[in-house]
């Protein structure tokens, strides 16, 4: 085999690991604001995928989208948006080739309060630790005046109240560390959501109620 045969076979052959390492992650849309049994959702409402890996989201029920694009949440590293909300059995699929913290919601009105999902992108030198992390919990809710969330070790550098159709209505202190505090006094009465982010530039939303 001569050389220039060699070199190319090899090019092909590196080509085609590649493509075959690329992974696609499935997610599901469905649920509605009309059938308390079943609000909208995401199924799973978070991922964590290599860099150019595809996730593909699949409409099974309801009127929904995937709205991640960069006007609605500054922090992703680019947009990604299917396009108006529509019923039927719709998918979309976006390719993740940027490492980031990526967040979306669904734009039908009021869905965004339980539709909401983080699509975590690993690059090439990135080490996944895996679910070390215990789950963020937050209390109570319905809140009055103070709301509490115990981080676990993770370092909140910010906080941010969003309504229930993603608009950012508050961003305030935090005060302590495993367990922070959030004044809530000044809100309506309604549903929200809590956006914590971390120092490592990763954040997580969580749903909760003013009272």
Request: include cysteine.
């Amino acid at each position: 085999m001569n050389p220039i045969t060699r070199t190319l076979l090899l090019a092909f052959c590196c080509s085609s690991s590649a493509l075959a390492a690329q992974t696609t992650h499935f997610v599901t849309s469905g649920g509605s604001s009309l059938t308390p049994n079943t609000p909208p959702f995401y199924e799973p409402a978070t991922l964590t995928i290599a860099v150019g890996d595809n996730v593909r989201w699949t409409n099974v029920s309801g009127t929904h989208n995937v709205n991640g694009t960069i006007f609605m949440f500054p922090g992703n590293p680019q947009d990604f948006y299917s396009g108006l909300p529509a019923n039927g059995a719709w998918s979309y699929l976006f390719n993740f080739t940027v490492p980031g913290t990526y967040e979306y919601h669904c734009d039908s009105e009021g869905h965004s309060a339980t539709q909401f999902g983080t699509i975590i992108v690993l690059g090439p030198n990135a080490v996944d630790e895996g679910p070390g992390l215990s789950d963020l919990h937050v209390y109570p809710s319905p809140a009055v005046d103070m709301l509490s969330v115990d981080v676990g070790p993770r370092v909140i550098t910010r906080s941010e109240i969003l309504s229930v159709d993603g608009r950012v209505v508050a961003s305030p202190g935090i005060t302590g560390t495993q367990v922070i505090q959030i004044p809530v006094s000044e809100l309506p009465a309604g549903n929200y959501m809590i956006r914590l982010v971390e120092s490592n530039g990763m954040s997580n939303a969580i749903r909760f109620t003013k009272k």
